[in-house]
């Protein structure tokens, strides 16, 4: 075979000891988590999508391997793996075999996926709780056998006493990011920025949208990274459509593009939007509009700290917006109006952020007993306002058909708000500039 290299950790080890410790001391006694692998998904026919592991499996393993499961007890960890074989070694190379997935994970009891089948009734009977991603993608036959244990009773098995999501405790560790993380969030902003500001100066009336994201593919790739997510390149009016990936369409000169885009590396993601003008200029209507939604981040931004919420972030955020929406005669009625009847949402209709980290919405609760929840150190999260303004008759001509999204990623600290994407070019000026 090829020489491929050694299977090295893709996470250290003392990092997947902390949260697999973190996450079995939150266990309750007697209970039992199970997680498995993330399904092969088609593409179409026999043709699969590139494998993306599950994220929980992932987060607790660092294994990107295909087809496994981990067990979790309080004191104990097992992963079960189905080891490479030649015959697979010619399609897809070699596989971690289970000497080199206990290198890797740190877990040195790794079994055969073949034994999982027979080990599961003993690892479900009597626990006091069985931690279990319940819809997804999750397999049935961890349910059937709960369900088996329970009505076999007479034989002396008993099922779980209950079955929980995962969530309530892996998320809750997800959500507060080591440094480890963060360097590594560090890494994957730079790689954003630095795709985004090759792009900024790239644009030139003529040019395809399509055109600027194969740029960002060639420098997500030359590090090693992927797009985090399907990348937004929108110019003109297609930045009013929020989930815009078709980025087919030529760019005009006077248009702006809206560029949600970023990279992703060990499934450690960016999320970053810009908008800036195809020619050398923003107009001076976009640069009034843009100026609103530029100091409604920054306002926001510095918001985002201890003790905020996400929920406070986000009024900040709209109380600049509506503000700016009166003053450039794009609203018609007062800001109270609006707010009490939430006119602005015709301009401005997503939240201001969200959680980030090994997923671009990344888990954890947003709310705790009904009431949202505040920001600790460590919770990263995007802030993204924006401002969408159709195309109507009852618009001022200059700003109709304009898209205006600018965001960044923000880490939570016991001081000032980390902002990690900040080198990616943001002020009117340095947009410019990029493009003399
Ligand atoms: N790129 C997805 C989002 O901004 O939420
Ligand atoms: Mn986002
Ligand atoms: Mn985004």
């Given at each position: 075979m090829p020489d491929m290299g050694r299977f090295g950790p893709e996470i250290p080890l003392e990092e997947l000891q902390r949260r697999r410790q973190a996450c079995q001391q939150q266990m309750e006694p007697g209970s039992v988590l199970i997680l498995h692998t993330a399904p092969k998904r088609i593409m179409s026919n026999d043709v699969a999508y590139r494998f993306r592991q599950d994220s929980d499996f992932y987060y607790l393993t660092g294994l990107p391997v295909e087809e496994g499961a981990l067990v979790l007890q309080p004191e104990k960890a097992v992963v079960y793996l189905k080891p490479g074989s030649p015959e697979k070694e010619i399609w897809e190379g070699p596989q971690p075999n289970l000497e080199e997935s206990a290198e890797m994970s740190?877990?040195?009891d790794s079994r055969n996926l073949e034994d999982l089948d027979k080990d599961l009734e003993g690892w479900i009977?009597?626990?006091?709780a069985l931690y279990y991603t319940y819809g997804?993608?999750?397999?049935d036959k961890i349910l059937e056998t709960a369900q088996r244990l329970l009505i076999r009773g007479r034989a002396g098995t008993s099922g779980p006493s209950k079955i929980v999501h995962p969530a309530l405790l892996l998320h809750e560790l997800r959500l507060i990011k080591s440094d480890w993380e963060i360097q590594r969030m560090q890494e994957t902003a730079a790689i954003t920025a630095e795709a985004h500001t090759e792009i900024i100066r790239a644009a030139?009336?003529?040019?395809g949208e399509f055109e600027l994201e194969a740029i960002l593919h060639r420098v997500f790739r030359s590090h090693n990274?992927?797009?985090?997510?399907?990348?937004i390149v929108a110019g003109g009016e297609r930045a009013?459509?929020?989930?815009?990936?078709?980025?087919d369409a030529i760019l005009k000169d006077g248009d702006m593009v809206l560029m949600d885009a970023a990279a992703s590396r060990g499934y450690i993601h960016s999320d970053v939007t810009r908008t800036f003008p195809v020619g050398p200029h923003f107009s001076q209507a976009q640069k009034d509009l843009y100026s609103v939604v530029l100091n409604a981040q920054k306002k926001a931004v510095e918001a985002?700290?201890?003790?905020?919420t996400m929920d406070s972030v986000h009024d900040v955020a709209l109380d600049i917006l509506i503000e700016g929406l009166i003053d450039l005669g794009i609203?018609?009625?007062s800001k109270e109006e609006s707010l009490e009847k939430k006119t602005y949402r015709r301009f401005y209709m997503h939240r201001t952020g969200h959680w980030i980290g090994y997923?671009?919405?990344?888990?954890?609760?947003?709310?705790?007993q009904g009431q949202p929840r505040t920001f600790v150190p460590g919770m990263v999260c995007t802030v993204e306002p924006g401002l969408y303004i159709p195309?109507?008759?009852?618009?001022?001509?200059?700003?109709?058909g304009q898209g205006i999204r600018i965001e960044d990623d923000i880490v939570i600290t016991e001081g000032p708000p980390l902002n990690?994407?900040?080198?990616?070019p943001v002020e009117i000026e340095q947009i410019e500039e990029l493009k003399c």
């Open positions: 740190g877990i040195q009977n009597g626990t006091s997804n993608d999750s397999p030139r009336p003529g040019t990274a992927w797009e985090a997510y399907p990348s009013c459509i929020l989930h815009y990936i078709k980025n985002s700290v201890v003790g905020a609203l018609k009625e997923d671009v919405h990344d888990v954890g609760s947003y709310y705790l195309s109507d008759d009852d618009i001022p001509e200059a700003f109709r990690l994407t900040k080198a990616v």
